[in-house]
């Protein structure tokens, strides 16, 4: 492969691109000289403010991270019904609770984005990430009872399931220690 067409200059190029469209966008203006504005405002980002390497390990799968993407999206609409719900019912607000997650993921990228993920979905926070031991603190809006928490623990196992089965390769997958725990 080619010096210029190493993977590094490829995702520049796509930084680049993506900043430039971003400049046009927000000055809603497309003319050359707004986007030569836009690509050298984007260059001094790129090359002048570069952000540190992220190991990237493992494979893409674009079914799964397709299948990923609508079960997400799914889960955020039904707990932005449920939040909705606990705002306008009469009874009081429900039993809130830090829960405790262990995962399987190996990647830092793949646990960052289960994280972001997981502060998306209304109704949680994620309040601390243990990178070592791969868990993660969850504020919960309704642990108010048993099956809120089992329901809580199933969509997190098909949510991490579904990013493993997206981005990392199922033989480098580890399990970690899971089970349901209600932090006081």
Same mark, same amino acid.
């Given at each position: 492969?080619? !010096?210029?067409?190493? !993977?590094?200059?490829v995702l520049r /190029?796509g930084?680049?691109a993506?900043l430039? /469209? =971003?400049?046009v966008a927000?000055w809603g203006?497309?003319s050359a000289?707004? +986007?030569l504005?836009? *690509?050298l405002v984007?260059?001094?980002?790129? &090359?002048a403010?570069?952000?540190p390497? +992220?190991p990237?390990?493992?494979?893409? %799968?674009?079914?799964?991270?397709?299948?990923?993407?609508?079960?997400? +999206?799914y889960?955020? #609409?039904?707990?932005?019904?449920?939040v /909705?719900? &606990?705002a306008i019912?009469?009874?009081?607000?429900?039993?809130s609770?830090v829960?405790?997650?262990h995962?399987g993921?190996?990647?830092?990228?793949?646990?960052?984005?289960?994280?972001? #993920? *997981?502060?998306?979905?209304?109704?949680?926070?994620?309040?601390?990430?243990d !990178?070592? $031991?791969c868990?993660?603190?969850? %504020?919960v #809006?309704? =642990?108010?009872s048993?099956?809120a928490? +089992?329901?809580?623990?199933?969509?997190?196992?098909r949510?991490?399931h579904?990013l493993i089965? /997206? &981005?990392? $390769?199922?033989?480098?997958?580890? !399990?970690?220690?899971?089970g349901p725990? =209600?932090l006081p």
């Amino acid at each position: 492969m080619s !010096r210029l067409l190493t !993977r590094d200059n490829v995702l520049r /190029a796509g930084v680049l691109a993506w900043l430039t /469209a =971003v400049w046009v966008a927000l000055w809603g203006d497309l003319s050359a000289a707004n +986007v030569l504005a836009g *690509f050298l405002v984007a260059a001094l980002v790129v &090359f002048a403010l570069p952000l540190p390497l +992220v190991p990237v390990t493992g494979r893409f %799968h674009p079914l799964s991270f397709l299948e990923f993407i609508a079960v997400s +999206v799914y889960y955020a #609409l039904e707990s932005s019904v449920q939040v /909705a719900w &606990f705002a306008i019912r009469p009874a009081g607000p429900p039993v809130s609770g830090v829960l405790r997650v262990h995962l399987g993921i190996q990647s830092d990228l793949v646990l960052v984005i289960a994280t972001d #993920l *997981f502060n998306l979905i209304p109704g949680t926070m994620v309040l601390e990430v243990d !990178r070592a $031991r791969c868990v993660i603190y969850v %504020h919960v #809006l309704d =642990v108010g009872s048993e099956e809120a928490v +089992v329901k809580f623990y199933r969509i997190t196992r098909r949510l991490e399931h579904l990013l493993i089965n /997206a &981005f990392e $390769r199922p033989s480098e997958r580890r !399990r970690l220690g899971a089970g349901p725990e =209600v932090l006081p």
